[in-house]
């Protein structure tokens, strides 16, 4: 996949893509019914499958002060994105400039002219331009006007209710990563760098691999049953495991973030990248007497995930 950072000053190569667009937090379902339309579009018209995205996401932006709220960060999205087929990805710079553009002025300016799109496909609900003044129906006869084709998709429900990203941040701040998963189509998922952390994991007998949730909404505090995808470095691989989500009660207070432990493995793993998928939720974030108490709890913990992962 050939991932864009700009719509202007492109070569031929990168133009004429059939593009779904949105922002794609989480990659659900309903973002995946998108870009299958999309999809079909390119296979008929022999272009390229496209996504225009924004990056930062523009509630980041025009809401700075808000609490974390993205199920996914750039490069999570952009291995998903790469998982289901997606060969250019136009991933623009959402800034002061972009956000002022009128809805005539970004179909013009960015789709046309820049990225020479030939189809897109929009959400229903999708909204373009300076104050979200553009809606599907006005994309559709700017398509008509400029010479792009445009699909609108309708919005997609399961069993109770409609799959929205609102909706995945919802199930796993009540600690339901099964029920998320369903919205998903996939399990919800932390991407990252190992960083460095204080090794107190390896004192107690558990070597865990630490990751950031910076910028990330943060599922309800607890222990995970996981599978561990090591995407870089002589140990990549899909490995099961447990982690805790949370900011450590015991130890003082702590920045959020999840620590990992992989079963029956051995290994370096600082500045590896890894994906982890939440499974199932195994208990809230405690606080114990004694570290013997915690590793009692840790080894049930540790039994329980076994037996879900089997």
Excluded: W
Excluded at 46 to 51: E, K, N
Excluded at 128 to 151: I, Q, S, Y
Excluded at 180 to 190: D, S, T
């Amino acid at each position: 996949m050939r991932i864009l950072r700009s719509y202007q000053g492109l070569d031929d190569n990168a133009r004429g893509a059939s593009a779904a667009i949105g922002n794609f937090d989480g990659v659900h379902l309903g973002h995946q019914a998108v870009l299958d339309l999309a999809r079909g579009a390119a296979t008929k018209g022999g272009s390229p499958l496209g996504v225009l995205t924004f990056e930062p996401h523009p509630r980041e932006v025009f809401a700075p002060d808000a609490p974390p709220f993205r199920l996914m960060n750039a490069e999570a999205k952009a291995h998903r994105l790469d998982r289901l087929g997606v060969e250019r990805l136009y991933e623009l710079p959402f800034d002061t400039a972009l956000s002022r553009l009128s809805p005539e002025a970004f179909a013009q300016d960015v789709l046309v002219d820049g990225l020479g799109l030939s189809h897109v496909v929009i959400g229903r609900d999708f909204h373009f331009g300076a104050k979200r003044a553009g809606d599907a129906d006005a994309m559709r006869d700017f398509g008509d006007r400029f010479g792009f084709g445009v699909t609108i998709a309708d919005l997609i429900a399961g069993d109770d209710g409609q799959i929205s990203s609102t909706r995945i941040r919802e199930a796993l701040s009540k600690g339901d990563p099964r029920q998320a998963a369903e919205m998903l189509g996939h399990l919800h998922r932390i991407d990252g760098p190992v960083i460095g952390g204080e090794r107190r994991g390896r004192e107690l007998g558990y070597p865990t691999a630490n990751m950031s949730m910076d910028g990330l909404h943060l599922p309800r505090f607890g222990v995970y049953a996981v599978t561990v995808d090591i995407l870089s470095g002589p140990h990549a691989g899909t490995h099961p495991g447990v982690a805790s989500l949370g900011v450590r009660p015991m130890f003082g207070v702590n920045t959020p973030n999840l620590e990992t432990f992989i079963f029956d493995f051995s290994g370096d793993l600082y500045g590896a990248d890894l994906s982890v998928g939440l499974v199932e939720f195994l208990r809230g974030e405690e606080t114990f007497d004694s570290l013997d108490a915690l590793i009692a709890q840790m080894d049930r913990d540790s039994a329980r995930a076994r037996e879900i992962l089997a």
